[in-house]
């Protein structure tokens, strides 16, 4: 089998199955939907073609004649996600409101598959149908904003990459990973002592003007998040 480096086309350049031979007993969909569920359940890592082969009650040659290898799976995966965000709705007008909300969409993709990051990692750019629906819906999005198309690929860039760090960091809270989710006072506590040292004046006068960290719960990241995106996007394409 060749590897990423040197395969020519992607899966979604060959048709799903030969014209030949029996009938088929499985589908893309249904190969990739297991796979899904294995990830979710199990991480990435779990996800092989045997062991998608087994949740399907089947062995893994069969799965052969559908995905060309264990690569194509993550691409087709990836895909999958990627068609869960609702593109149905036409654009508003307000472009920053519409991508605002693409990127939630996205964000909330993340957080629902925590392998998600991880996977893009390692696939680089392979872009399935879903993903380029989704990259043409935001340039449609972005019809009436100003900036260059260059631009443009940039924001959306953006929105993924800070789609991944914000779903990242609250998988990291769920999992009791992130030292300062769990005790956010005990966090600002230690920063006020630090800022007090004398040593560090910007970082004193920062915080008395601040004021104590507002709550870290799922809504507070979601708000923070559309802040964010809210500042950036316009000073990107201004």
Known sequence: MADRETRPTTVWSRPERGARGPAPERSRYEITAAALALADAEGL?????????????????????????????????????????????????????DLVGLALQSKAAHTRHPWLPELN?????????????????ALAVLAPAPGTSR?????????????TLFARREAMAAAGE??????????????AA?????RHPHLLAALTTAGPPPPAGPAERDALFERLLRRLLPAMLG
């Open 45 to 97: 890592a779990a996800v092989s073609m045997r062991a998608v082969a087994q949740r399907l009650g089947t062995g893994p040659a069969s799965l052969y004649r559908y995905v060309g290898s264990r690569d194509e799976l993550l691409d087709l995966m990836a895909d999958a996600v990627a068609g869960e965000l609702d593109l149905s709705a036409a654009p508003s007008g307000d472009w920053l409101g």
């Open 121 to 137: 990692d390692r696939r680089g750019e392979v872009l399935g149908p879903h993903a380029i629906d989704y990259l043409d819906h």
């Open 151 to 163: 631009q443009k690929l940039e924001a959306i860039g953006l929105l993924g990459g800070l789609a």
């Open 178 to 191: 992130d030292s300062g989710a769990g005790d956010p006072p005990a966090q600002a506590a230690h920063l």
């Open 194 to 198: 630090v800022a007090a040292d004398g």
